[in-house]
Each structure stands twice: as structure tokens, then as C-alpha cells.
């Protein structure tokens, strides 16, 4: 069963130690095991551009997320494991989850 993990940080500027080499051996990992479909970061928050539709079909655009939170996705990873518990496991591990991090697990709908 396919899972998104979404990797969130407390804040723009969050710093919870990770180094980019961390989070290349947790990629290595995921890929050894067979179990990565696909994932990425995301680019800063600053390029970021939120399209909203009304009822009568006019668009507005504005600059940057517009959400009522200081949590900030940073990426995802689609990983393809048998159950929720290896999901939970997976997302323990990863470098998003330490020092006030969080990662939401979500099985991805499959129609």
C-alpha cells in the first residue's frame, strides 16, 4: 500500500541539527529496501503561490502560503509498504521527524 509522508517543520527557520547527509542516507534506505516510489523537497516557502476560486469562478492569486499556521511542509516521500504500522516506522526514521519536526502519514487513495 502506497503512503505520503509529509515532512513538516515548526517554522521557516526551523533547525533540528540534520545534516544533508542525513537525509541522503534515510533516501538510501528507502531505496535499498525496495520500498521509495518517489519524493522532494520543496523550494523556499518565499516561492511559494496560493490560487484561490470563488463560487462565481474569479480566481485571486497571492504570494506565499496563506494558512493560518507557522508549520511549513518542506517535502514528501510516496513510499510503497505493506501496512500502516511499516508507514509509522518509515517516518520515525525519517531526519523530519527529530527535534520538534513531524511527519503526517496519509495512505494515498487509489482509484
Known amino acids: ?21 542525513d537525509w541522503v542516507q534515510y533516501g538510501k534506505e528507502m531505496q535499498d529496501a525496495g520500498i521509495w516510489v518517489t519524493g522532494h523537497a520543496l523550494a523556499d516557502l518565499t516561492t511559494a503561490t496560493t490560487v484561490q476560486v470563488d463560487s462565481s469562478g474569479e480566481r485571486s ?22 501496512d500502516l504500522d511499516a508507514a509509522l516506522d518509515w517516518a520515525a526514521r525519517c531526519p523530519g521527524s527529530k527535534g ?8 494515498v487513495a487509489e482509484y
Open 100 to 107: 520538534g519536526g513531524t511527519v503526517v502519514v496519509r495512505p
Open 61 to 82: 492569486i497571492t504570494d506565499g502560503p496563506y494558512a493560518e499556521t507557522r508549520e511549513v511542509l518542506g517535502g514528501f516521500e510516496i513510499i510503497d509498504v505493506p
Open 1 to 21: 500500500m502506497k503512503y505520503m509522508l509529509l515532512i513538516n517543520a515548526p517554522s521557516a527557520d526551523f533547525d533540528n541539527g540534520c545534516t544533508p547527509s
